[in-house]
């Protein structure tokens, strides 16, 4: 027998010892063996799991969740510490033993592009009464990805990346990572000045290593005579230009494009028209549109999008973290006021050591001091929920770490409450709703900034940091500013592209 073979002989007897009769429920299966023989048997179980999880991605554009956390690609450990996350947010761990059933059926079916969130089929069919079987409860619930409701898979769509700083090196790697099956968005092209000295060895370099996001996961390769960078088998031209009026992106192939700004150069309609050349269809910054751009907060008005719209704004990243939890608790209690303070990790724009800045204090060193500055994410919360009336003042502070930072929301809301009605809502919009691709919730009590590099949330509720006084809350939000900001940027090109796949089983609303 070869391993693949054993590995499926373990998962189906751990199938034969936790799918029950019609009758009953599933639940975790009680092994009576050591801790250390325990582990080894999850292993394998979620090494088994991964082969499914590859193939549903790769060959049926189905990616494969845990509570908003994508297994896709993951190791066996990285999909058993998912797994044992859900006591954060759900209250108790969630089992591979329990899970493997869901993957099992899910892998039978005839489905077409989607998100499927094992946590939720799990967590719904432990709160179902009818007496269905894992079979019967999964088909009912993925039923809008089966059969006729399925969405026929669309061909790829092309994204130009204008500018490759720490967002446009981000980004690039998520959407390298979420070509997938190639039917989804693919990256085409990245435009840079062209700086002095072996320029596409040293941007291929940044792609592969990152000081704060670590190694890029796969293989990166340098094509110098034909000006291209090889991903993960994805062709990426880099084109050299400083003047975004002089490129015609058909000459390389690409064809009805976004085109994702992350220079912040340009950030009104007229400075970011000038990117509507051959070949580029739409364009959307990464930095708060001015005048009439729309500024998007994803899972909170990127249902407002015209289908004529050349050109939007993903606002800031402190837009994007406060704005969800805003409406969230908006929605529940009424919010008649508030103030947000942001201590926000220093940025490219100031100065590692003290020099001259256009900014009264942003000249001073980024490393050796706190350095006030202004946010704009207050006034942004107009663009993105106008129907809140309520005014939301902001200030900020740079300190001196590389990546993540905190939001520290006050507010003052339209009835009295508790901090643990506070906490139950926020842990349930976490879980089930609309937003819980953008509101995390954790209860550790030691969590420090460099916990949270890499979430790919909007921001993360500190439910042992939050106060609730009366009709006074402060929320303590964290958010990392560079890789969670620029997961939304790429829901919101999803979004636009039409390769947004609806997520199984449905938020509730």
């Known amino acids: 027998m070869n391993h693949q073979s054993g590995l499926w002989l373990t998962y189906e007897r751990q199938l034969a010892r936790t799918i029950k009769p019609p009758s009953a429920k599933v639940e975790p299966v009680t092994v009576n063996e050591d801790s250390f023989t325990n582990w080894k048997n999850r292993e394998e179980i979620a090494e088994s799991m991964i082969p499914v999880i590859g193939k549903l991605h790769r060959e049926r554009d189905v990616t494969i969740l845990l509570h908003s956390r994508s297994l896709v690609n993951k190791s066996v450990v990285s999909i058993l510490k998912t797994h044992r996350f859900a006591r954060q947010i759900a209250g108790e761990e969630l089992s591979v033993t329990e899970t493997l059933p869901f993957l099992k059926t899910l892998a039978a079916l005839d489905l077409g592009p989607s998100q499927i969130d094992l946590g ?206 805003l409406k969230a608790m908006a929605d529940e209690f009424g919010v008649l006021g508030g103030h947000v303070e942001t201590v926000h990790s220093y940025t490219n724009d ?75 809502h926020l842990r349930e919009v976490s879980l089930t709703s609309p937003l819980k691709r953008q509101i995390d919730f954790i209860t550790a009590p030691d969590a420090v900034s460099n916990d949270f590099v890499g979430s790919r949330h909007a921001s993360i509720v500190d439910a042992g940091a939050t106060k609730v006084e009366g009709d006074n809350a402060i929320l303590y939000l964290w958010y990392d500013n560079e890789f969670g900001y620029s997961c939304q940027v790429v829901r919101v090109v999803q979004h636009v592209s039409g390769v947004e796949y609806p997520t199984f089983p449905a938020p509730v609303a």
């Open 350 to 424: 100031q100065n590692l050591l003290d020099n001259y800045h256009k900014s009264d204090r942003r000249g001073r060193s980024a490393a050796l001091n706190m350095v006030i500055t202004e946010t704009g994410a207050a006034s942004a919360v107009a663009k993105a929920l106008p129907d809140l009336k309520a005014k939301i003042t902001g200030s900020s502070i740079r300190v001196p770490v590389p990546d993540v930072s905190i939001a520290i929301l006050s507010l003052r809301l339209g009835r009295e409450t508790t901090r643990e009605e506070v906490l139950d």
């Open 120 to 325: 939720m089929l799990a967590a719904t069919y432990r709160a179902d009464d009818r007496g269905l079987t894992v079979e019967e409860f999964t088909a009912e619930a993925v039923a809008g990805a089966t059969g006729a409701n399925k969405i026929e898979r669309r061909e790829g769509r092309d994204v130009v990346l204008y500018g490759f700083g720490r967002i446009g090196r981000l980004l690039a790697r998520l959407l390298i990572e979420k070509a997938g099956s190639g039917n989804g968005l693919r990256l085409r092209a990245i435009v840079v000045r062209k700086g002095a000295g072996q320029d596409l060895v040293k941007r291929a370099s940044l792609l592969r290593r990152d000081s704060i996001h670590g190694q890029f996961h796969g293989t990166i390769t340098v094509d110098e005579e034909n000006s291209t960078i090889v991903a993960n088998g994805n062709e990426i031209k880099v084109i050299y230009s400083d003047d975004p009026t002089a490129v015609d992106y058909t000459a390389y192939g690409i064809r009805d494009a976004i085109l994702i700004d992350n220079t912040g150069r340009w950030r009104d309609r007229e400075g970011l028209s000038k990117h509507l050349r051959p070949g580029i269809a739409k364009v959307v910054l990464t930095a708060p549109g001015k005048g009439d751009v729309p500024n998007i907060v994803h899972g909170v008005n990127h249902d407002t999008i015209k289908p004529d719209e050349q050109i939007l704004s993903c606002a800031s990243c402190t837009t994007n973290a406060i704005v969800p939890p």
